[in-house]
C-alpha cells in the first residue's frame, strides 16, 4: 500500500512555509511556525496511523472465466467485498491485458456498511483472440481526516477467453437459421428415396423390383418392400490445417487478421449450422501432428467445447504433415463422414502430398477441400480493363496461381474429392451452401 499525501495536507504544509517565511525577518516568530509544523506533523500521522488501524479491508475479485468475443462490446464483472471498517468510498480503476480496450479509465465507488459486497460491470472491448491473463485492480481512498490518500494495487485472479466474432457471418446466414417450419424444422428439399431403412409395407403398384424384400415376401407369402428415409443424424467434420501457411495475412475490410482466424470463423459457423441441421459435429485441427480432436456430438455443450478448443489457437511454424493427419482420421473414425478441408495448397510439396493421401481417405469419406482464395487470383480475362504494364504482369500472376488450383481440383476429382476456391467475405456462406447441397444430394 502506498501513502500519497492529498491536497488538504498539501494545503497545510504551504501554510507553514508561508508563515516560516513571514517569520524570517521577526525571529519572536520562529516558535510559532515551528510549533504549526509540529502541529501538522503529528496530525498527519495520527491520521495515518488511525487509517491504518481502523480502515476497512477492500479486496476486488472476477470470475475464474470471463467470456468476451473479439471486436464487439463486453464487460468484465468485478466483485467488490468492504471486511470491517465502517464502509468504503473511493476511486477504482482495472488494468487490462494487452488487446482489450476500455473507454472508462477509472470509476468511483461508494459502498455503505450496510451493503459489504457489490458487482459492478467494467465495460471493454477485446481486439485480438485468444486466452488473456494479467487483471490488475488498483484503487484509492482517502485517510479518516482526509490528509492522505492511501494507494494499493492488486492482481486480479482470472480469465478473459476472447472468441472469434460470427456475427458477420451470421448476419450472411439469416435465411438459414430464420427460416424455419413447424416445431422449428428445416424446410429444405431431399432429392432421392433416400438411404436409411425406415420400415416394411405391403407392395403397391409402382414399386421397383430393387425395393422387394425378398426373405420377407418368402416368410409371408405375398410381395413386401422396403421403405426407406433419408438420413436424420450424420457425421460432420471441419479439419483446419494450422501449419505456418495459415499464418499469412488477409484483409477483411479494413481490419487486415490471418488466414487462421478465417478458418476458425467460418469452421465454428458451419458446425453451428449443422447442429441446427441435427446433425453430429467434431472438429480436428493439424500441422506437423494432431493438435485438436474433438470426436462428433451434439448440444450446446458440444459446440461450446469445440470453441474452447480452437479460441486461443494460434499459428505454428511446422509445415503440415497430411500422412499423419490421414492415419489419425482413419484411426478414429470408423463410420463414413463428411470432411471439409479448410487448407492452403498453394505449396507444390504440400499439394503433392495431399493429393497422394485423399486417395486413401476417400476410400471411406467424402472429403471437400477448401482453399481461400489470394487476391487477383483468377481467369486471366474476367475482371476490369487493364490500363498498365504492372497491372498486366499481376493479372498474369494471379491467372497462374488460379491454373494452379484448377488443375489441383482436377487431380483431385476423379479421387471423389471437391476442391474449391472460397472468397475471403463469404467463405462461411460458401461452407454452409456446400454443406446443405450434400444433403439435399444425399451424398454422404
Avoid at 92 to 121: D, Y
Avoid at 136 to 155: F, H, I, N, P, V
Avoid at 365 to 384: D, E, I, M, S
Avoid at 421 to 437: D, F, K, P, S
Wanted: proline letters at 5%; one cysteine or more.
Amino acid at each position: 500500500m502506498k501513502f500519497v499525501p492529498a491536497t488538504r495536507l498539501l494545503w497545510a504544509v504551504l501554510g507553514v512555509v508561508l508563515l516560516a517565511t513571514a517569520a524570517g525577518p521577526c525571529p519572536e516568530l520562529a516558535p510559532l511556525w515551528m510549533l504549526a509544523l509540529v502541529g501538522v506533523a503529528v496530525v498527519a500521522l495520527a491520521d495515518l496511523a488511525l487509517s491504518v488501524a481502523r480502515g476497512a479491508e477492500f479486496t476486488v475479485t472476477a470470475p475464474a472465466v470471463v467470456r468476451l468475443t473479439k471486436d464487439r462490446p463486453g464487460e468484465v464483472p468485478l466483485f467488490l467485498q468492504v471486511v470491517g471498517g465502517e464502509g468504503w468510498r473511493g476511486r477504482l480503476a482495472l488494468s487490462l491485458p494487452g488487446g482489450v480496450e476500455s473507454l472508462e479509465p477509472e470509476r468511483a465507488v461508494e459502498l455503505p456498511a450496510a451493503v459489504p459486497r457489490v458487482r459492478v460491470a467494467w465495460p471493454c472491448t477485446a481486439r485480438r483472440r485468444g486466452r488473456l491473463t494479467g487483471l490488475l485492480a488498483c484503487w484509492e481512498t482517502a485517510s479518516r481526516l482526509g490528509w492522505w490518500q492511501l494507494r494499493r494495487r492488486q492482481a486480479v485472479a482470472g480469465e478473459l477467453r476472447v472468441y472469434p466474432n460470427l456475427f458477420t457471418e451470421r448476419k450472411q446466414l439469416a435465411a438459414l437459421f430464420l427460416a424455419r417450419g413447424q416445431w422449428g424444422t428445416q424446410l429444405r428439399r431431399t432429392v432421392g428415396r433416400g438411404r436409411e431403412f425406415e420400415k416394411l409395407r405391403e407392395y403397391q403398384a409402382g414399386d421397383g423390383f430393387d425395393e422387394v424384400h425378398w426373405k420377407a415376401t418368402a416368410k409371408r407369402g405375398r410381395p413386401v418392400t422396403k421403405v426407406f428415409q433419408a438420413e436424420r443424424t450424420q457425421e460432420i467434420y471441419v479439419v483446419i490445417d494450422a501449419s505456418r501457411l495459415s499464418a499469412r495475412a488477409v484483409t477483411d475490410g479494413a481490419v487486415t487478421t490471418t488466414t487462421l482466424e478465417r478458418y476458425l470463423t467460418a469452421a465454428l459457423v458451419l458446425l453451428l449450422a449443422a447442429g441446427r441441421q441435427g446433425d453430429r459435429f467434431g472438429l480436428v485441427v493439424y500441422d506437423d501432428r494432431v493438435r485438436v480432436f474433438l470426436r462428433a456430438g451434439q448440444g450446446a455443450a458440444h459446440y461450446a467445447a469445440c470453441r474452447d478448443a480452437v479460441h486461443a489457437m494460434q499459428p505454428s511454424a511446422a509445415t503440415p504433415d497430411v500422412a499423419e493427419l490421414v492415419r489419425h482420421v482413419r484411426t478414429r473414425l470408423r463410420q463414413r463422414a463428411l470432411l471439409f478441408f479448410l487448407t492452403d495448397l498453394t505449396d507444390p510439396v504440400t499439394a503433392e502430398d495431399f493429393v497422394k493421401q485423399a486417395q486413401l481417405l476417400a476410400r471411406q469419406h467424402l472429403v471437400l477441400v477448401n482453399q481461400l482464395r489470394p487476391p487477383g487470383v483468377a481467369p486471366l480475362f474476367t475482371g476490369a480493363e487493364v490500363a498498365e504494364a504492372d497491372a498486366l504482369y499481376g493479372r498474369l500472376a494471379g491467372h497462374t496461381r488460379w491454373a494452379e488450383a484448377r488443375g489441383l481440383a482436377q487431380r483431385l476429382h476423379p479421387l471423389g474429392v471437391t476442391a474449391t476456391l472460397l472468397e475471403n467475405e463469404g467463405m462461411a456462406a460458401q461452407l454452409v451452401t456446400q454443406y446443405l447441397a450434400v444433403k439435399e444430394r444425399q451424398a454422404l
